[in-house]
């Protein structure tokens, strides 16, 4: 019986995915490669499937049946194989997804650098062709990102706690979805901080998010397809716009006038809530006081074992008191209803989703100064989305040539789908200018 033709292409585009994942763009992307059984899930897959055997790597976060579950971490290396799928990886199974691989990332995914000295740190695989400097692929879903760059996977499965799907999804020109958190499962998924983890994906476009994010959320997209005249926009300019370095801000400003001249009714607003994020999370946050009720026990036996930058952040919660704790929820949910109330009547807000560009990772590797400094610029914008409890989504902004800038389209809770139609129509405007 001859094959059908699109489980015929599915295998193909599997070998050139597996091709893509051996070569040296993906060095350091993966710690565990399934290729064998990628080809099997391809074969197996049902023609019309919402997947479709399309290859999909896993970050190194979330139980797959039968693999060690680490976080990229030598603390967990002897944890038992997953007994289970987790809810997430379940979906895709069922929807038809191969999947190529774990990948990489910042240990226990505390860090939006993406650097990691137990596995190595996977280049940018952007950038590469623009400059030969090895440059950081972001975190803390660094090998998820390098994989989709890389063309080793059409999509990876991630999560973002203060923007590390978004923030590796910027750096590689590629598209970064955070959906609203309680939209998908997070069990199974080893935990940073339990209120702001969110299990969601980077791909190449905004069509293939709205795939990923329907599959991980077990739900239907509703999409008005509003045209850009139809939409209107805010560009907060408390603490979003500061220090954005000449290559980043140039191409917010162009994104800007072309969605201006598109027809779209963009509105500078204060939005002085931002203001108070870093006295609210001064003693470390909800990831502080999380990590380290999950961590400290591991902690106790096994702190040799850690990256020392991961662990000094995850030490700052022990300072936190039940008291700190319960304040901090209190103060975010007075913050989400200011911040809600000052967001009314815009069908999203836009933003820088990063200040830098890619920096160079030798530097970050070697000084822990230019680490910090580079991690609080990375984390600044998108993490203020998972304080607010809201979504958002990153796309490419800058033009062909051009060191990649991500443009982040964003809104409160349970806006995933006014986000994702509005982006389907930012990127559709923004296409001639990316060649």
Same mark, same amino acid.
């Given at each position: 019986?001859?094959?059908?033709?699109?489980?015929?292409?599915?295998? *193909?585009a599997i070998? +050139?995915?597996?091709?893509?994942a051996?070569?040296?763009?993906c060095? /350091?992307a993966?710690?565990?490669?399934?290729?064998?059984?990628?080809?099997?899930?391809?074969r197996?897959?049902?023609?019309?499937?919402?997947?479709?055997?399309?290859?999909?790597?896993?970050?190194?976060?979330?139980?797959v049946?039968?693999?060690?579950t680490?976080?990229?971490?030598?603390v967990?290396?002897?944890?038992?194989?997953?007994a289970?799928?987790? &809810?997430?990886?379940?979906?895709? $199974?069922?929807?038809?997804?191969?999947? @190529?691989?774990?990948?990489?990332?910042?240990?226990?995914?505390?860090?939006?650098?993406?650097?990691n000295p137990?596995?190595?740190t996977?280049?940018?695989?952007?950038t590469a062709?623009?400059?030969?400097?090895?440059?950081?692929?972001?975190?803390?879903?660094?090998?998820?990102?390098?994989?989709?760059?890389?063309?080793?996977a059409?999509?990876a499965?991630?999560?973002d706690?203060g923007g590390?799907?978004?923030i590796?999804?910027? #750096?590689h020109?590629?598209?970064?979805?955070?959906?609203?958190? $309680?939209?998908? &499962?997070?069990?199974?998924?080893?935990?940073?901080?339990?209120?702001l983890?969110?299990?969601?994906?980077?791909?190449q476009?905004?069509?293939?998010?709205?795939?990923? /994010?329907e599959?991980l959320?077990?739900?239907?997209?509703?999409?008005l397809h509003?045209p850009?005249?139809?939409?209107r926009?805010?560009?907060?300019t408390?603490?979003? #716009? *500061?220090?954005?370095?000449?290559?980043v801000?140039?191409?917010?400003?162009?994104t800007l006038?072309?969605?201006r %001249?598109?027809?779209a009714?963009?509105?500078?607003?204060?939005?002085?809530?931002?203001?108070? !994020?870093?006295?609210?999370n001064?003693?470390g946050?909800?990831?502080?006081?999380?990590? =380290?009720?999950?961590?400290?026990?591991h902690l106790a036996?096994?702190?040799?074992l850690?990256d020392?930058?991961v662990?000094?952040?995850? $030490?700052r919660?022990e300072?936190?008191?039940?008291?700190d704790?319960v304040?901090?929820? =209190?103060? +975010?949910r007075?913050?989400?209803?200011r911040?809600?109330?000052a967001?009314?009547?815009f069908?999203?807000?836009?933003?820088?989703?990063?200040? #830098?560009?890619?920096?160079?990772?030798?530097p970050? @590797?070697a %000084? *822990?100064?230019?680490?910090f400094?580079?991690?609080g610029?990375?984390?600044?914008n998108?993490?203020?989305?998972?304080?607010?409890d809201g979504?958002?989504?990153? #796309?490419p902004? /800058?033009a062909?040539?051009?060191?990649?800038?991500?443009?982040?389209?964003?809104?409160?809770?349970?806006r *995933?789908?006014?986000?994702?139609?509005?982006? !389907?129509?930012?990127e559709?405007?923004?296409?001639?200018?990316?060649?």
């Amino acid at each position: 019986m001859p094959t059908d033709p699109s489980v015929t292409a599915a295998i *193909d585009a599997i070998e +050139r995915c597996i091709a893509a994942a051996q070569g040296e763009a993906c060095r /350091h992307a993966f710690t565990l490669t399934t290729f064998d059984a990628a080809r099997e899930q391809a074969r197996a897959a049902a023609p019309g499937s919402a997947l479709a055997g399309r290859a999909v790597s896993v970050k190194d976060l979330f139980d797959v049946a039968g693999q060690r579950t680490a976080a990229a971490s030598r603390v967990l290396a002897d944890a038992p194989p997953a007994a289970a799928d987790c &809810p997430a990886v379940a979906r895709l $199974r069922a929807a038809g997804a191969a999947f @190529v691989g774990r990948t990489n990332m910042s240990e226990f995914a505390f860090s939006g650098v993406g650097i990691n000295p137990h596995h190595g740190t996977p280049a940018n695989a952007a950038t590469a062709a623009l400059d030969a400097t090895p440059r950081i692929p972001g975190g803390s879903t660094s090998g998820g990102a390098v994989s989709v760059a890389a063309g080793a996977a059409w999509a990876a499965l991630g999560s973002d706690t203060g923007g590390s799907i978004r923030i590796p999804a910027a #750096l590689h020109g590629l598209v970064g979805f955070k959906n609203t958190a $309680r939209r998908v &499962p997070a069990e199974g998924a080893i935990p940073l901080s339990t209120t702001l983890d969110t299990v969601c994906a980077i791909t190449q476009d905004v069509r293939d998010a709205v795939r990923m /994010h329907e599959v991980l959320a077990a739900r239907r997209v509703s999409l008005l397809h509003k045209p850009l005249a139809a939409l209107r926009f805010g560009v907060p300019t408390t603490l979003m #716009l *500061d220090g954005l370095e000449p290559a980043v801000a140039a191409a917010f400003q162009r994104t800007l006038a072309t969605l201006r %001249d598109a027809g779209a009714h963009i509105e500078e607003v204060a939005l002085p809530t931002l203001a108070e !994020l870093a006295t609210l999370n001064a003693a470390g946050g909800f990831s502080a006081a999380e990590s =380290w009720a999950w961590h400290r026990k591991h902690l106790a036996t096994k702190a040799d074992l850690y990256d020392p930058r991961v662990a000094l952040r995850i $030490r700052r919660g022990e300072a936190m008191s039940a008291a700190d704790y319960v304040e901090l929820s =209190w103060a +975010r949910r007075d913050w989400i209803a200011r911040t809600e109330a000052a967001m009314a009547g815009f069908d999203a807000m836009l933003s820088p989703t990063v200040p #830098l560009i890619a920096p160079p990772i030798a530097p970050l @590797v070697a %000084d *822990d100064d230019a680490f910090f400094a580079a991690n609080g610029a990375l984390l600044r914008n998108p993490s203020a989305i998972n304080f607010l409890d809201g979504c958002a989504l990153s #796309l490419p902004c /800058h033009a062909a040539g051009e060191m990649p800038v991500g443009l982040m389209v964003w809104s409160s809770a349970l806006r *995933d789908d006014a986000v994702l139609d509005a982006s !389907l129509a930012i990127e559709a405007a923004l296409a001639p200018r990316r060649g």
